[in-house]
């Protein structure tokens, strides 16, 4: 039982998926910090904009 234990945990195979996965979901979530601001700093030129007319 101890040796199954001890080879999965050595076990490297499909590391290289997890990985990618986590970069993915690294860039998906400055993604979304970097859009969120966007579209904040849009709205307000926007209203800016609306305003000024």
Do not use: P, Q
């Not at 990985?19 to 979901?25: F, H, I």
């Not at 579209?39 to 926007?46: D, H, K, L, N, Q």
Request: no cysteine; aromatic share 6%.
């Amino acid at each position: 039982m101890i040796k199954k234990l001890t080879s999965l945990l050595r076990d490297t195979s499909g590391a290289t998926a997890i990985e990618y996965g986590m970069v993915a979901v690294l860039i998906s979530v400055a993604m979304l910090i970097a859009l969120t601001s966007i579209s904040v700093s849009v709205g307000e030129i926007y209203e800016l904009m609306v305003g000024a007319f």
